[in-house]
């Protein structure tokens, strides 16, 4: 089949990458010269483990290019839009580069072409695509085909779905999806068909969800810490109930990236457009937006409420592990709140260099030696696996003092205490 993505972001990259190691013929359109002129050259701009050998075979197969106009459309049997829907002020999602790419694919895109959506839209996008063009004069089929797909392991995400969801109004776009997906068919992942305004809201519906169990076990971390409880042992507890589920039960400084701080904005502001509330919604919102100054409190207890010219080694800039992405990431509002309080931050990431725009007044340095070295206490803020196999004992006498503040609870507290450590993690009432 021959496939066009529209956006060669992360989503539009990743899928349009994997479709062709499906065996289609797939182009990725980008208006980003510089970055089509990276993917021609074999580089890929974004980190995503194991993408580059996919995309190394299905260029050599010759089943992959990357284009910056529009020429490939008119052969295009599927054309997934993939653009970005950034929010608004208001909090609701911005979703004109949709528009844009509909409008100049309409008068190019073939008699009887499939066009699929994959941005995250607002329920109801799709249905609405009709009235931005007559899309009756040309017979096009729409479809809403949202992406579940994480960073930092989006390659197998995509091999292995929980689930696929398709919705569509039309039979031609229900027959291509199953087609293109074939592969995923036959390895019996299930395929939950429905209309597109239901396909977009459960996009949505998934990520609010899944945001709603952190800011709850965040929450329960508080709880835990006023109690003398241990929020590890809790989310083991509860996780293992399977109606509760053990995903996505880790505490830690709030979520972040580029997905769950904007779509469940864009919830709540769709709620309130249809007069219905959304408390549980506005709920997480506030409680995720205060858990950097949270964290921030936390810190400053440690040292007598005076983080004056105190140096703090902040490990981990990302928003999660696996990622270069420091979108709304917790270790950078973090980082902001420290030195606004005049501490010094000297940071280290293993992925990420691009946060050197953003955080103009602090170190960022090659090792985490370097940013250890007479630090007043060493604090991991992304929950990268190098920093839980890190040697201490070298730490411990690099740090002018052996303090460790773990906002991910990924360090052996027991093991640290032996050496010598003072160790301070969430959702306990003591340090060790
Ligand atoms: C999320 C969803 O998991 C994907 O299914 C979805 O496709 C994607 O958004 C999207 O909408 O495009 P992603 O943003 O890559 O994926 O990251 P997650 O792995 O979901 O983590 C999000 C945030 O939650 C991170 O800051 C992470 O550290 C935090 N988190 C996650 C926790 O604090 N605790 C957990 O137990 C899990």
Redesign the pocket.
Known sequence: MNITFIGAGY?GLVSGVMMSHFGHNVTCIDTDIAKIGLLKSGILPIYEPDLDQYMATATARGRLHFASDYASIQFADVVFIAVGTPSNNDGSADISAVKAAIHDIYPIIAQDAVIVIKS?VPPGTCRNINSWVSLQEKRVAIASNP??????CAVIDFLKPNRLIIGTEHESARLALQSIYQSLVVKDIPFVYTDTTTAELIKYA??AF?ATK?AFINEMANICEKVDASINQLSAGIGLDYRIGSA???V?P???????PK?ILALSYLAKEHNTDALIINSVISANQNRPTHMLNKISTIFNNDLTGKVFAVLGLA??DGTDDTRCS?AIEIIKLLTSCDAIVKAYDPACSRSRNLLTDIQILPTVEDACTDANALIIAT?WQEFSSLNFDIIFNLLKSPIIIDLRNILDADKLKQQGFSYYSIGRSHAY
Do not use: A, M, Q, W
Request: some cysteine; hydrophobic content about 35%; charged content about 25%.
């Open positions: 989503v995250t992406e579940f797909l994480r960073e930092g998934s990520n899944l952190i996505f039960l880790k830690g709030g979520f972040g990236g580029s997905c769950f779509d928003f999660k917790p929950e």
